[in-house]
């Protein structure tokens, strides 16, 4: 089982509707979940990030964490074609080790 | 302005040499990283140090050579016995363990 698993897409939604991005990790152990948004030929930046589980809404975005499901999703709200991007879930790496570990990623399309 | 810079933005290396990418961060973070990625992938951990004069493997580290004689400084150097070396670099910093990491604009390396 990978350590990080995405969905890779294309996730086509219409613009103005709501975009849900998952991702489930393995280490039961994992404490730090973010989200980061990568253009084509950028570096990634971060959207969220979340520790607890539940929601966490920052402005149009949503992170939402299940720890006991082992799985973090991000929903975007009134989704803009600007949001077309690749979404990475990174979960910080535990047994002492530093670093986060990606997922591979899921293309998102928003369709005017 | 406060950030991580990359240079240069992209280098090309003939095969059996060696070639040096700068990372520079006045975020004062303490904690800093090298990730590679390929096409279609997420992003693999090289290189990390959580303080000066100290550094630590990450998931793919053969190949490649790392110094943090400076907070401020991760320079990473990619060596002929790296058999694969075309990919995107990106250098991270974060103030410690579980805090979110943010990105330089990445070096895109091509091997000519």
């Known amino acids: 089982q990978k350590e990080v698993e995405q969905n890779s897409g294309p996730l086509s939604v219409p613009e103005g509707a709501i975009a849900s991005l998952n991702c489930t990790y393995s280490d039961r152990g994992s404490q730090s979940f973010f989200w980061y948004r990568q253009y084509s030929g950028k570096s990634p930046e971060l959207i969220m990030f979340i520790y607890s589980n539940g929601d966490k809404e920052d402005g149009r975005f949503t992170a939402q964490l299940n720890k006991a499901s082992q799985y973090v999703s991000l929903l975007i709200r009134d989704s803009q074609p600007s949001d077309s991007a690749t979404y990475l879930c990174?979960?910080?790496?535990?047994?002492?080790?530093?670093?986060?570990?990606f997922g591979k990623g899921t293309h998102l399309i928003i369709q005017p | 302005d406060g950030g991580i810079t990359q240079s240069p933005k992209y280098l090309f290396r003939k095969e059996g040499q060696n070639v040096t990418l700068s990372c520079e961060q006045n975020l004062n973070h303490d904690a800093m990283y090298w990730y590679r990625q390929d096409p279609g992938q997420g992003l693999r951990l090289i290189y990390y140090s959580q303080i000066v004069n100290d550094f630590q493997k990450g998931d793919i580290a053969e190949g490649y050579s790392v110094s943090r004689e400076k907070k401020e400084s991760f320079p990473l150097t990619v060596t002929s016995a790296q058999k694969n070396p075309t990919a995107f670099y990106l250098c991270a910093s974060r103030f410690s363990i579980g805090t979110e990491a943010f990105f330089g604009q990445g070096t895109r390396l091509t091997v000519v």
């Open positions: 990174a979960v910080n790496k535990g047994g002492g080790a530093d670093g986060l570990t």
